[in-house]
T-cell receptor, first 114, second 115 residues
Framework: ETAVFQTPNYHVTQVGNEVSFNCKQT?????MYWYKQDSKKLLKIMFS???????VNETVPRRFSPQSSDKAHLNLRIKSVEPEDSAVYLC?????????????FGPGTRLTVL | TQTVSQSDAHVTVFEGDSVELRCNYS??????LSWYIQHHGRGLQFLLK??????VVQGVNGFEAEFSKSDSSFHLRKASVHWSDSAVYFC?????????????FGSGTRLQVYA
């Protein structure tokens, strides 16, 4: 049963364009995350965010930015995409404390940069 | 920082076989460990986690994992696999003192179960 929703499923764009991906969770969680999964299936945390703290992975380029309107939504904006941004972007959410290590994932958004 | 390594990129078994997927971590402090499964074209699904107590933890669908501090391992096991267990399995670790649960994932093990 899906409780973390991501749109779009796929997106194809050209170098230099701006893109935005949406994520919504209906679990009542207060922490949300964005991960990048490359073509070799390697997963890396990009951002984690709750109402108190935004943690940014230091390796994430500045053209990436998270945007949150409330605790159920955490969107991802890429200002000017590069070919290396082609990947699957996974959104996740969790409860606070010890439960934050049990995360619920959306199906992902596959980005292809031409 | 902690690292997670999964030494087997691919594991192939037949339905009904037992399987063990290996995970080793490196970190000197207290750590949370977990396993996730990713079926083709889908997001990750939580299987189980360990943070203290009984080193053998039970998860969904008959999976279990055993924590070993001496070996720095958290291997995943299943006594009798089904073809639907074919997926990529990720081991993940997180430092307990972190404010929010940022996970560090291993490179994944692709399990192929033949009927």
């Amino acid at each position: 049963e899906t409780a973390v929703f991501q749109t779009p499923n796929y997106h194809v764009t050209q170098v230099g364009n701006e893109v935005s991906f949406n994520c919504k969770q209906t679990l009542g969680h207060d922490t949300m995350y964005w991960y990048k999964q490359d073509s070799k299936k390697l997963l890396k945390i990009m951002f984690s965010y709750n109402n108190k703290q935004l943690i940014v992975n230091e390796t994430v380029p500045r053209r990436f930015s998270p945007q949150s309107s409330d605790k159920a939504h955490l969107n991802l904006r890429i200002k000017s995409v590069e070919p290396e941004d082609s990947a699957v972007y996974l959104c996740a959410s969790s409860s606070p404390g010890q439960s934050s290590y049990e995360q619920y994932f959306g199906p992902g958004t596959r980005l292809t940069v031409l | 920082t902690q690292t997670v390594s999964q030494s087997d990129a691919h594991v192939t078994v037949f339905e009904g076989d037992s399987v063990e997927l290996r995970c080793n971590y490196s970190y000197g402090g207290s750590i949370y460990l977990s396993w996730y499964i990713q079926h083709h074209g889908r997001g990750l699904q939580f299987l189980l986690k360990y943070y203290s107590g009984n080193p053998v933890v039970q998860g969904v669908n008959g999976f279990e994992a055993e924590f070993s501090k001496s070996d720095s391992s958290f291997h995943l096991r299943k006594a009798s696999v089904h073809w639907s267990d074919s997926a990529v399995y990720f081991c993940a670790a997180s430092i307990r003192t972190q404010v929010v649960g940022q996970l560090t994932f291993g490179s994944g093990t692709r399990l192929q179960v033949y009927a």
